[in-house]
């Protein structure tokens, strides 16, 4: 790392809240341009930076800084820089050079000791001289903070958040506790906290250590899908991240169950531990499905003369079952169509609205993501929305604005790509339900589960509590199909038919990984445009079992934006680590942003990037627009490029072409499911690359990861009252 001195100038951007800042400091009588996170009070003031010098392809030579570190105390001039830069309101630099004329040397005492003074100066009354003190006494605790905070290991952009949060009590309330900021502040977590606790001198068995390692382990599980941890292996999985014996363990866990931070509940002589948010959810979950289940419903039967003409207008003949599916809904709160590609689940959805509509009944349709809720809308015709929007998610709030004292209107809701949607959504989705309102959960189980926690659809399916019907026949519009087919003999533990002339499935043999991913970069970039005219960005997706390996996502994704985005002189980007995010590029935003109402899995374009301003702007197109949303470099974190994704991220996702590479190299995710939900995201063709040893044990391994879920036991009563 290189270290540059300087005089801090002026600051070209400074973003208050994020600390980004594109400044000028004189080094060695030399004006340099640096770039990085830094406190805006220290204009005038010589500084230490570490980073290193870039070369930008349109602002030329620069220090990027990753820290930073006064040099000095505000001097005379450092300090008529700050008050005159605009950083307070009514005071310019005219105003500025009145206060240090007037006070001299004695200004930064003061303004430190005695700030009222400066309405002594001429033009300077008792307001603009409150505002000048407020700013001064501000800034002060915020560089003292900062120089505390980044003493201890804390970068200038986190230790900006952390200040914003606590204020100027800011170091005493994180000697007393320096965990707390993995609970309050966001995008930091326990592994930040917990190196602030060392810097600190907390005891590796520190009691404050041990119950922030336990909640910390419970939310790495919940990333992983589980609701909760059996005891055991919650204090066998703190004891390898802390390094602590499980005997200390064993009472910090037990105290702060007594005390209600975490939920303990046993069953069948397993003692299970939630985070009290997932036990509420899963409990309000079950007894608002049990509520349902109890509804009775006065609709009419639905007659074989409705269905009949709701066949001659869609020229197709139901199957028994799909009758069945129609009649079952208006007969309970709750219904569940499940089936695979091709057996009719939009039909049916259609046939519901027409009964409906025959009814005059309000209906709403939603799905969990905008790309699942597009497709939904464009095929039945009817206004589809994601769950964020239909339940109104008040950003200020970070609330849903739709709840139990604010219901939805409408008399039946259908949700599709129901096997996508967590317990946590579930909850907040039931809340809003209004009496007497049908819920229709449509999707397939057989996908891999949702990326939260939960399992939400297998549960209520598995439960033996809820109607359910599955559709297992394949429609003539689907008959033709390579991809269908297959996907359904992978689904039935049967090998798929690879040596065919099906213009939807092709297979390309790789003998080794280097092959496949040489095969794959081919096929996107090149074969597939030329041959099917599909565009290499917007028709083909890229989905790989992995991140990791050269035929896993990471890699591909660097080969194929060099390749399909190549950097260029006059095509801005920025670097983080070993990413790569430039004009023009695709991007998947990969956590939930509920402030830009961007979330897990969407994908849009870089459409515009300001380096001078530290901006990016993502074209997303939405389920009803296309939407701009900027993002503040120190943001950038969220995003990843995605000309290659993982089959979980591209769940509720339909692409007109798919190239999936399938290796021995991915073993530990050679998985049924996984191959069956990768191969459905296909809309028109789907190429499937690699070897077929490793279908082979995809075909043969039906065993999921087991997902910690206690929804069903809350649905069975077999939770005691006391948990």
Request: proline content about 4%; aromatic content about 6%; charged content about 25%.
């Amino acid at each position: 790392m290189d270290k540059l001195r300087g005089t801090v100038e002026r600051f070209v951007f400074l973003n208050e809240q994020s600390g980004y800042a594109v400044l000028r400091l004189t080094a060695e009588g030399r004006q340099q341009t640096a770039v990085g996170v830094i406190d805006g009070s220290l204009l005038g003031q010589e500084v230490e930076l570490t980073g290193s010098w870039i070369t930008h392809r349109q602002y030329g030579r620069q220090f990027e800084f990753s820290s930073f570190r006064p040099l000095s105390p505000m001097n005379v001039v450092g300090l008529e820089k700050y008050l005159g830069s605009g950083i307070i309101r009514g005071v310019g630099p005219q105003t500025a050079r009145r206060i240090v004329e007037h006070f001299g040397v004695n200004v930064v005492n003061v303004l430190e000791k005695d700030p009222e003074r400066v309405k002594e100066v001429a033009g300077i009354g008792a307001n603009r001289a409150s505002l000048v003190a407020e700013a001064f006494a501000n800034r002060s605790a915020l560089r003292e903070a900062m120089v505390f905070l980044q003493g201890h290991g804390i970068s200038p952009g986190y230790a900006g958040r952390i200040y914003r949060q606590y204020g100027e009590n800011c170091e005493k309330m994180l000697r007393a506790n320096p965990y707390r900021v993995a609970d309050e502040v966001h995008g930091i977590g326990f592994k930040t906290a917990d190196r602030l606790a060392m810097e600190l001198g907390l005891a590796a068995n520190d009691p404050r250590r041990i119950a922030a390692g336990l909640r910390y382990t419970l939310q790495a599980a919940e990333e992983q899908g589980h609701c909760y941890l059996p005891s055991e292996m919650l204090l066998e999985r703190c004891r390898e991240i802390l390094a602590v014996d499980i005997a200390l363990i064993r009472p910090v866990l037990d105290e702060i169950v007594s005390r209600r931070m975490l939920v303990a509940a046993i069953i069948s002589g397993q003692r299970r531990i939630y985070r009290p948010e997932f036990w509420q959810a899963e409990s309000d979950v079950a007894g608002r499905v049990k509520d349902l289940l109890r509804r009775h419903l006065n609709h009419a039967e639905v007659t074989d003369e409705e269905l009949a003409r709701f066949e001659g207008a869609n020229s197709i003949v139901f199957a028994q079952e799909q009758r069945a599916a129609v009649r079952s809904v208006l007969k309970s709160g709750l219904a569940i169509i499940t089936g695979g590609p091709g057996t009719g689940k939009t039909t049916l959805i259609k046939a519901l609205l027409h009964v409906a509509g025959t009814r005059q009944l309000a209906v709403a349709l939603a799905a969990p993501t905008g790309r699942a809720a597009k497709r939904m809308g464009e095929a039945t015709g009817h206004q589809a929305r994601t769950l964020h929007r239909l339940l109104e998610y008040a950003v200020q709030e970070g609330t849903f604005q739709r709840n139990t004292e604010n219901p939805l209107a409408c008399d039946l809701l259908v949700l599709d790509e129901a096997s996508m949607i967590d317990l946590k959504l579930m909850s907040s989705l039931l809340q809003a339900l209004p009496a007497q309102c049908i819920l229709v959960l449509v999707g397939d189980v057989d996908q891999l589960p949702p990326v939260g926690a939960g399992s939400v659809l297998s549960d209520l399916i598995n439960s033996g509590l809820v109607p359910s019907v599955k559709l297992n026949v394949i429609y003539r519009q689907a008959e033709e199909s390579a991809i269908v087919h297959n996907a359904h003999r992978i689904n039935r533990g049967e090998f798929p038919v690879l040596k065919s002339r099906a213009k939807d499935f092709i297979f390309m043999k790789a003998d080794s990984p280097e092959q496949a991913a040489r095969l794959v970069i081919e096929a996107a970039v090149d074969r597939l445009p030329k041959m099917r005219r599909l565009h290499p960005i917007d028709d083909i997706q890229v989905v790989s079992p992995m991140r990791r390996s050269i035929t896993g996502v990471e890699a591909l994704n660097h080969e194929l934006q060099s390749r399909l985005n190549p950097a260029s002189p006059n095509k801005p980007e920025i670097k983080f680590g070993d990413r790569v995010i430039r004009l023009g590029d695709k991007v998947m935003q990969i956590k939930n942003n509920y402030g830009k109402m961007v979330f897990n899995g969407d994908v849009g374009r870089v459409v515009d990037m300001d380096t001078e301003g530290g901006l990016l702007t993502v074209l997303y197109n939405d389920v009803d627009t296309r939407r701009r949303v900027q993002y503040e470099f120190s943001e950038c974190d969220e995003l990843i490029t995605a000309y290659a994704i993982s089959v979980h991220k591209s769940q509720g996702s339909e692409y007109r072409a798919v190239v999936l590479p399938f290796t021995t190299q991915h073993f530990m995710m050679l998985q049924r499911n996984l191959l069956y939900t990768a191969i459905t995201r296909a809309r028109e063709l789907v190429v499937l690359v690699g070897s077929g040893k490793a279908i082979a044990i995809a075909v043969k391994n039906a065993v999921t990861e087991e997902r910690f879920s206690g929804l069903q036991d809350h649905l069975h009563g077999a939770y005691g009252a006391g948990s």
